[in-house]
């Protein structure tokens, strides 16, 4: 079945340690994204990519870090600059093109805890 | 500024009774509209969606949303609530400044839904 591959769903970081959460999909869409999710807040925007080797910053980009070297996937690595790493996260894909309507969809997410 | 608002952060109604959830957007244009479900420590699911057309969208689960464009609102409704529907609800508006295909939703804060017995 096709869907979005995230992992791991659970990780501990020590302060100071970059982190990277992968993000893997097989439904062939040309866009993938990033957003943060906290308590009460909703989800932020981290990254968003279109095409390969391509991203752009969201609204909250600082502090990590992407890379989209094949269209498949596209990791996110949290760095030590991020002063408030303490998440969960959730990659997401769509479709691109003429007229497309924005349906998102979405991994299981992963939730980094920093000790 | 684009802008999705979720004016209660929770909703509690008993099995069996009809629910709402409200949703309030901003945008310059014309609106794509989207509610979104979350189950604990789980992705986002999608529910439906509003482009064009009938204000009235049916979608996933017996849910379906009204688009009122004179109030700017975009209210999920389900005629009789279920249990198994206690969830955290997202709205989410398309930012319409992205030109070519970019899908960069805007969510509202959420709101929870608890469905008694």
């Known amino acids: 079945d096709g869907g979005i591959t995230q992992s791991p769903k659970y990780l501990f970081r020590k302060e100071g340690q970059n982190v990277t959460l992968s993000c893997e999909q097989n439904?062939?869409?040309?866009?993938m994204y990033w957003y943060r999710q906290d308590p009460g807040q909703g989800l932020r925007l981290i990254y968003y990519?279109?095409?390969?080797?391509?991203?752009q910053k969201g609204d909250i980009a600082e502090g990590y870090s992407v890379s989209r070297e094949k269209k498949e996937s596209f990791p996110l690595t949290v760095t030590s600059a991020q002063k408030n790493p303490t998440a969960f996260y959730l990659c997401?894909?769509?479709?691109?093109?003429?007229?497309?309507?924005?349906?998102?969809?979405f991994g299981e997410g992963s939730r980094l805890t920093v000790l | 500024a684009q802008s999705v608002a979720q004016p209660e952060d929770q909703v509690n109604v008993a099995e069996g009774n009809p629910l709402t959830v409200k949703c309030t957007y901003s945008v310059s244009g014309n609106p794509y509209l989207f509610w979104y479900v979350q189950y604990p420590n789980r992705g986002l699911q999608f529910l439906l969606k509003y482009i064009t057309g009938d204000n009235l969208v049916k979608g996933s689960y017996g849910f379906e949303a009204e688009f009122n464009k004179s109030q700017t609102s975009f209210h999920l409704k389900k005629p009789s609530a279920l249990v198994s529907d206690s969830a955290l609800y997202f709205c989410a508006v398309r930012d319409i400044g992205q030109p070519g295909g970019y899908n960069k939703l805007i969510f509202g804060a959420g709101t929870r839904l608890a469905v008694h017995p």
């Open positions: 439904l062939n869409h040309d866009a």
């Open positions: 997401a894909s769509s479709k691109v093109e003429s007229g497309n309507t924005g349906e998102l969809f």
């Open positions: 990519s279109q095409i390969v080797n391509d991203f």
